[in-house]
């Protein structure tokens, strides 16, 4: 029996990639995009809940990746 480890590791790493303000955030207070600020907004987290939502389904659902563990 294995189990597909492949949508979490995905999920846990773009959670913590995309976390706003960790390594940018868009939109930015005063510009577009900052990098590396640690600051966010609720149009931030909207923002990059989409841009999550949206690479989380190409790659577990379109592309499909699996990682299988025994």
Known sequence: ???DWGP???AVALFILLSPGLMFQLPSR???IE???MCTSG???LIHAVI???IIT???IAIGI???VN
Do not use: D, T
């Open 1 to 3: 029996m294995s189990a």
């Open 8 to 10: 979490v590791i995905v």
């Open 30 to 32: 005063i510009r577009v």
């Open 35 to 37: 990098f590396g600020n």
């Open 43 to 45: 149009i931030s987290i």
């Open 52 to 54: 999550y939502f949206s």
């Open 58 to 60: 190409i790659l577990i």
């Open 66 to 68: 699996h990682i299988h």
